[in-house]
């Protein structure tokens, strides 16, 4: 009886460690790319969404190549849970880099949440590419403690200094339509929303200091929390000054009501800036149609090539999970321009010579060009470029239940440059600002 335990315990070791070594050696044919974001939530949905289609597409085609080895892209998703809790989030990045063993990481959205994932993945030496933070700090980093931040890049949005600036140029050429269409004589006024957050926090004194520069006149300043639901006495308060804009600045939840409730009190001002909740498909649907003429920065609109690469990625990503992309979803080009070719151009998985070979490429994305700049001092800060050629993001309004894309078109940012993307329509003024400032 003995004897036949052994017989059959033999067998079955062998059996198990064959696996094993299968099983291993499997893995060692993978690359391993964490997905870490807020998952209950379309900033998050976004995340995994882009990371799943580049994965896709890259095993579908054999893999990457690194050096003479073909290896698959493995994902792991992370939630990070950032919206409520910083330590889920740096609980989720410790998982994803100690227990999964990932070798990159791609993702985060919460400027908080991000910077305490930044500091878990430095440590790990792991290559984090962020896909939601804009905050200027996160690259700051880079420049000021090089060899500690290295292997944080970004990835998508622009920092928060160029998200400003491009929506200081949505607000003007906005401004431009106002006094056009509605004759007005004297300075734009300007009421200043603003969600609660550390990332926002720079926007103010810079509106403050920028719009009477720009012949505007700020009428007051509003900062509701991220997650409020009603917006009613802010919405009040702005019809008090007789506001002609709205610049708001929202990446969470709040965006939703605050356009829907303007528009059931048909307030006569135009809504123009950052508005996350505003580039989702059921915005349309969520403010039950009171989103109608809401004009917000975007990465992506339908119809709208910033290149060739554009038109492909869109109509994929509706095809495949049925709605239009939001810029989290730039985890697709992170992972497939930014990691995969880079890494298929070196020939390595090593850290340090993807770093390196990164910070000296210019490349295409589907919404922009590339390119990681220094700051004044000459040193290395892995933020990227702004401007006419590089990423330049769009400005999008809802007309009629639908998103399109209205800037850059005659865009003149220097002499004798002029940026239109194909795609692009007028801007349109709601009919109520036409009553109110009767205007036939």
Known sequence: MKMFKRLIFVPVLVVALTISIWANAFAADEIKIGVIGPMKFVQGISHWNGAVMAADEINARGGV????????????????N???SITDATN???????KDKVHFVVGGFRTEAVMAMQDIAMHQKVIFIGCGAAHDELCNRVAKYYDQYKYFFRGTPFNSTNLVRAAFI???T???VIKKELDIKGPIKVAFVAEKAQWADAMVPAVQATLPKMGMELVGVWRPSPVATDVTA???GIQRTGAHLIFTVFSSSVGIPFARQAGELKVPAIQVGINVEASKDDFWKATRGQGNYVVISATYARDVECNELTKPFVEGYLKRFGEMPTYTAGTYESIKMSLVDTIEMIGTLDPDKIVEALENRVYKTPPSTIMYVKDNLGRHTHDIRFGP??????AVQWQDGKLVGVWPNGWKPAPGVEVTYKGMKPIKLPPWMYQAYKKK
Do not use: C, P, W
């Open 92 to 98: 989720a990045m410790e998982r994803l880099i100690t």
């Open 174 to 176: 906005v401004a431009e």
């Open 82 to 84: 950032e919206f409520l």
């Open 389 to 394: 050629g590089y990423a330049t993001g769009l």
């Open 65 to 80: 190549k690194v050096g003479n080895k073909m290896m698959k892209i493995k994902l792991i998703q992370a939630d990070s």
């Open 170 to 172: 949505h607000v003007g």
């Open 234 to 236: 802010e919405l009040a």
